[in-house]
């Protein structure tokens, strides 16, 4: 069999897999917007076939042998060729598939699926002590988990590169540190001033209005509509059914305006790049973005760098306003931008704002990897929550719901692994609109101008069309010249804080 | 192996291919009503892949081999039982599915999608030409088809048994020819009458107060939300994704109230027969409707002999005239109750009355037979169609597009076996009706009470909870207690047409 026959072969068996995940995606945006309530249960089982579908085929054995045969044909095309990304990145998700047996993936799942069901009732009912012989063995699944994936420093690396790729606790701990250290001085000189009025975001805004005003905005970045759909959920997301069906979700408060409509942007930014990758990758692993970190690079850049940003409002404003007739008349577009960035420690991660938001991340990923290392008892873990959340942000979570039961990632089955990513994105998102600014002059007006397709075109060039065809890294190198680096964060944040707040 | 542990591998298997068909079904649901049309050729790739892994997993060996060792087992338990009509359903499907060959299974669905969509596009040009050579590949095909399933008298059988296990053309013909007899003397008396004034149907009857008026009254009929949903699509359809999951689709006119209304009604009674079905049979053949006819007889069922009903409207025409303010005022419940069964011979099957329906099925059926025996040559079809709609309704298409081309039957892939369960569907509807009427004592007064639940407790014992188990003619003769008959048809069309037009 010829090289390229193989490589035909190869290329078969993945848009099956990849036609497997699509229809999964399906089933599973299915459920969380339009299933009525009695066909969850079959619903669960059809997406349990579909996943355990996609994985038996990607641990076929024969996957490995054409893998094998086509690594060094793959390899002298270039590094950077499609092929060689392709056989590079499946064999990675091959080998990471095939370390782990399926028996532990059925305990796994069923264990996940218990948890993330008693949490849904725990949480509201403020009951940490149902969650804790669950949240136990979670952790020991996870060390489980990371214990088949040999040659990592620690175990949790293998946990941090199963999501980003090429990191371990060591550069995010790294990183973290140094964010923090510049943080810390920012939010205290922060929480020396007055407080910022907001009452503006709070007044009767109709969902149906809040919905055309988001539809606009994201209009006008680019993210199509004719590729993909906007509907309601309990918990925004985004997904991807197939290429050309990108889909984003949304949750309005018809009390409130910021909810709605800067969990629209962020969703877009995620599905701008999933829309933006090139058609060609289609039926590839490498037909998605490349992790998570950089995917939330993309929705924060949106939602924050972009829709947070004076010379936004400056352009849509005025819509706004008319969006909602009355409910802003006595605002100005200064007042409203001061309203929409202000800082104050809060209890729920999701609230919070831009600088407070990453404290919030460190205090996840110091927790979640002193469990899985075993100098933290998960019966100490609310108590540890409410010490850190005391000495970081100086407020405490009168419970447990806001408190070490707030986020679902630790009830989903796995613990370690997922957090850190949030903040990457940021520290990201800040380098690449730095290095997108140096390329295409004066930003800001385009911006102003509600011209955004020049930066779309750039991230579209230096990170959407490639998908999954390099890591965080190298795609942070590519598109900046530079490692990545927080310098351009805390840039970010300490000019336009220090705006806002007249530091 | 016991019995027990082959009749469980069986079943697990069973449940398997159920699960892929459920999830077919979403992908379906999803591309008639949500599916952006960017996603359009990615989802025909992931329909073609789950119908083909369902069809696989049907046609395994093994499968033939557990039931060659289940059949005597299970026949031991009775004809009747769960068990025996289980492997003897699987049986027939196992049968049919493996004497196709999937070489032949591939090039029919290629053909019937490339027919399909130059259907799409011919119709609305009124270009018979163009599906000329598409259509005669398809009679070919499905030539071919038919001569896959040996035993038949008429080749035509297979096609027939197919959709309507157990019937066959001469059964068919002789129900039809009665029918015939019966209808062309009705027919001519109400052309002599006078025509119905059914304006009051047209005007502005905006779509939301439609839809929520046809939602209280297939409530009120059992059709049960918390088990399903409603969504708008170009062509009405019911859907099964899964149990507990039956969905309906509607298509609203904003200047007529009746196809939005009675489509409605005739979506929820297919809805309420898969909701009927014993959950007991869930992840088997056996869930689902029994046959295309038996299925047609319950959607007519609610619509037509209750919703088409004087005590229907006399309970419920005060609350449509409250939902459409000023629209009805002036109307009173028998010229609503006249204009809604007005008796017109017209060009479309779909939008025909109870009366001509049946003539439009008769000329189809007969054509088709005619194109499949070779007695009618495809390029004479047109013709034909103008001859024999003259001849039985006194109208003809002035091109082919409310001709020839109108159905999409024909131009999905098969010519053959689908049009006739229309028809036996209003029949079976009739008889079921008349023995409901027998055992439920005042059935009129029920209905005009807005009281449904006796009848569709009725039904549900009698056809709805026992799924696939039985074929049409054992369902009925289980349901009524007679075989298969004409006479309660004729016997309701004379009287409700001998009333309203005083004949």
Redesign the interface.
Known sequence: MTHEAQFAELKQRL??IS??H??EA??G??QAT??????????G??LA??GR?GHERLVEPAIGRLLDALAPWADAQGADSDVAALVRVTRRDFDRATRVPSAFIQRLSEHAAASYHAWERARPADDFAAMRPLLEKTVELSRELAAFHPGYANPYDALIDLAEDGMTVATVRALFTELRAGLVPLIAAIRACPEIDDRCLEGAFPEAAQQAFGEQAIRAFGY??????Q?KTAHPFMTK?????V?ITTRYRSDNLSDGLFSTLHEAGHAMYEQGIDDGL?GTPLFTGTTSGVHESQSRLWENLVGRSLPFWRHWFGVLQAAFPGALDDVDVDTFYRAINKVRASLIRTEADEVTYNLHVMLRFDLELALLEGTLAVADLPEAWHARMHSDLGVSPPDDRDGALQDVHWYGGIVGGAFQSYTLGNIMSAQFFAAARRDLGDLDHQIGAGHYAPLRAWLTDRIYRHGRKFTAPEIVRRATGQPLSIAPYLAYLNTKYGALYRL
């Open positions: 848009r099956e036609d497997l699509g229809a399906v089933l945006w299915d339009y299933l009525p309530p009695g066909g969850a249960e079959a619903r089982r059809q076939l579909l579908l199509d509509y004719g590729r993909g759909r509907d059914l197939g290429r050309g069906d889909r289609d």
